[in-house]
């Protein structure tokens, strides 16, 4: 066992802190989260980081029998007890990998339906792994790739997640995911309900993917790159966050004070101010 390793040891398996491991253990949480996933007849899920099948196991169970599920985990060793496990279910593929690299829209052109992602997701990789999922979901809308995501993560994110302009926590990550997605946070989950536990409090939050997005930015990438820019230090006027890509005279020109701070703007002036980029 190296330093990264927790001392958290199962009767098969030594939990990798570096993966994120914090693994569920508590049944009633368990149930409540299959009941918000609310697995139906056809659908194509997709888990991240299956681990020791805490959800898996329980949600299998409940499939049906025209249901797939696509289990992708980065540990070998949690990847072989799994393929024991599970591979005999013609229902059930397994993947190792990383969920980071992995191509949801390859695996989208082999179903009938957009995939339903869900997982208990390791906290160390989820801002960019949500990043990752966003891109992956709405790239090519009418490929329309996902239809909906469930995920486990540090409360504090997913209050960045679904936070208003103005508030403490609002910023690129609340206007990316509100620009992409519907934000529903459904609800806590403590430290106890893991083995090992975490120091911090998690939560579930469902994300809905837009099939026509509320707002639209004529290139994404630039919205991305004004919304980078403004939050990069969340004290500077957005005059100043944005110098060299908008001057102050431009913002004014589409009424934008160029004294405002980022965290009051909403995702329309966000999307007013790409959109006026040359
Ligand atoms: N789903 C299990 C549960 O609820 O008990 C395990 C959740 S644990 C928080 C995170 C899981 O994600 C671990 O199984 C870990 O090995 C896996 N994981 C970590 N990084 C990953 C990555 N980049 N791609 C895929 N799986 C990853």
């Given amino acids: 066992m190296t330093d990264s390793e927790s001392n958290y ?5 030594t939990a990798r802190k570096r993966f994120g491991q914090n693994f569920l253990q508590d049944a009633s949480v368990i149930y409540n989260i299959l009941r918000a996933i609310g697995p139906s007849s056809g659908d194509h899920l997709v888990e ?21 599920l696509k289990l992708l985990e980065i540990d070998r060793d949690l990847a072989s007890q799994l393929t ?26 082999k179903t009938d339906k957009p995939l339903r992602v869900f997982g ?24 329309n790739v996902i239809s909906d995501m469930h995920f486990m993560l540090q409360r504090e994110v997913v209050d960045r997640m679904a936070a ?20 529903e946070p459904l609800f806590d989950v403590p430290p106890e309900a893991f083995t090992p536990q975490p120091k911090v409090m998690s939560a579930i939050v ?3 993917p837009y099939k026509d997005l509320p ?20 004290r500077k006027t957005i005059r100043n966050g944005l110098k060299g890509l908008i001057s102050a005279e431009e ?11 980022a965290e009051t703007l909403d995702i329309a002036t966000f999307v007013n101010i790409a959109n006026s980029l040359k």
């Fill in 9 to 13: 040891q199962t009767v098969s398996h």
């Fill in 48 to 68: 991240i980081g299956p681990g020791q099948a805490a959800l898996t196991k329980p949600l299998i169970e409940q499939m049906a029998k025209d249901s797939s």
């Fill in 84 to 109: 024991l496990q599970f591979a005999h279910d013609e229902r059930v593929s397994i993947q190792i990998g990383d969920a980071l690299d992995f191509d949801f829209s390859t695996l989208r052109e």
């Fill in 120 to 143: 208990n997701l390791p906290y160390n990789i989820s801002t960019p792994l949500i990043f990752h999922l966003l891109e992956q979901a709405t790239a090519n809308p009418a490929a």
């Fill in 164 to 183: 208003p302009p103005g508030s403490k926590t609002y910023g690129r990550l609340s206007i990316m995911t509100q620009y992409y997605c519907q934000v």
């Fill in 206 to 208: 469902r994300l809905l």
């Fill in 215 to 234: 707002l639209k930015a004529d290139q994404p990438k630039a919205l991305d790159r004004i919304v980078r820019a403004a939050f990069s230090q969340r």
């Fill in 251 to 261: 913002l004014e020109a589409i009424n934008i004070d160029p004294g405002a701070r």
